[in-house]
C-alpha cells in the first residue's frame, strides 16, 4: 500500500498561514490541504464557519493531494486540521488514514522546503451517513439522557466567558467540556456528539474516541452554526 503524507497545518484568522508554513518546511513527499479551502467550503453561508464540503469538492481537493483508493494516508497539521482530514476521509469512504500524533514536532527526520510533485490521484468519494447530527436534531434531543454532548473548546469558552471569536458566548444546555488540546476525560455512555467552535477540533475529540474504540457523531457548524441560529444556550460565566 502507498503511503500519502498529508500536511495540514493552518491558523485560525490566518487563511494563508498554512501554506507559508508548508513551503518553508514539510515532511518530504508530503502534499498540502488547506483547512478554509479544502476541508471546508466558505460559500455556504448559513452553516457555520466551516461548513463541510460536498463531495465533488473534497473528492477535487483530495485528487490534488495524491489520494485514491489503495493509498494510506497519514494527515499531520495544527488545530484539529489533520483530525479534520481524518474525518472527512472516513466520511467519504476512504478508512485508510491515520494521524500523526503530535504532528511535523513529532517527526524525527529531515524537512523540505518549497513545493512538491504531487501525482494526481482519483478519489472517488462514497458519502457514509449516520455519521453527523443536525441543529434542528439536537435541539429535539436536548432532553435526552442517552445523548452524550461533548464541547471541544477551551474551559472559558465552554463556560461563556466574553471572547473574540463566539458571538454571543455560550454553550449548548447540557453539553459537557473537553478542552480539544487536553488530555481527554472518560465520558458517560450514550451516544457521543461532539462540537466545538466551528467543527475542526471537535474532530480531535472524535479521533480520540475512535482510538479508544468508541464511535461519536460530528455537529459540523457547531457553536457557529447554533448561535447564529438564536437557540437556547447556558452560560456558568457571571461578570463581576
Known amino acids: 500500500m502507498r503511503v ?3 500536511d495540514c497545518r493552518w491558523e485560525l484568522g490566518a487563511p494563508a498561514r498554512g501554506r507559508e508554513l508548508y513551503l518553508a518546511g ?11 479551502e479544502d476541508l471546508s467550503d466558505l460559500s455556504v453561508t448559513d452553516q457555520g464557519r466551516h461548513p463541510l464540503p460536498s463531495a465533488e ?3 477535487a481537493a ?3 493531494a495524491g489520494i485514491e483508493a489503495g493509498a494510506l494516508v497519514v494527515a499531520y497539521g495544527s488545530l484539529g486540521g489533520a483530525e479534520r482530514l481524518w474525518w472527512l476521509l472516513r466520511h467519504f469512504g476512504h478508512d485508510d488514514c491515520a494521524v500523526l500524533i503530535g504532528g511535523i514536532d513529532a517527526w524525527g527526520g529531515p524537512l523540505r522546503s518549497g513545493e512538491e ?3 494526481a490521484g482519483s478519489f472517488e468519494p462514497r458519502e457514509r451517513g449516520g455519521d453527523t447530527i443536525s441543529a434542528d436534531e439536537l435541539v429535539r434531543r436536548l432532553a435526552d439522557p442517552s445523548l452524550v454532548l461533548v464541547d471541544a473548546r477551551t ?13 454571543p458566548p455560550g454553550r449548548i444546555p447540557g453539553a459537557l467540556n473537553a478542552p480539544w488540546a487536553e488530555p481527554q476525560p472518560p465520558f458517560p455512555e450514550g451516544e457521543l456528539v461532539a462540537y466545538c467552535g466551528s467543527g475542526v477540533t471537535a474532530c480531535v475529540t472524535l479521533h480520540r474516541a ?7 457523531k460530528l455537529y459540523p457548524g457547531s457553536w457557529s452554526d447554533w448561535s447564529a441560529r438564536g437557540l437556547p444556550l447556558e452560560r456558568s460565566y457571571e461578570a463581576e
Open 4 to 6: 500519502q503524507l498529508v
Open 26 to 36: 514539510h515532511i518530504p513527499g508530503a502534499s498540502f490541504v488547506d483547512v478554509d
Open 57 to 59: 469538492r473534497f473528492a
Open 62 to 64: 483530495a485528487s490534488r
Open 117 to 119: 510533485e504531487i501525482p
Open 155 to 167: 474551559a472559558a469558552r465552554w463556560r461563556g466567558e466574553p471572547n473574540p471569536i463566539d458571538d
Open 210 to 216: 475512535w482510538l479508544a474504540g468508541r464511535d461519536g
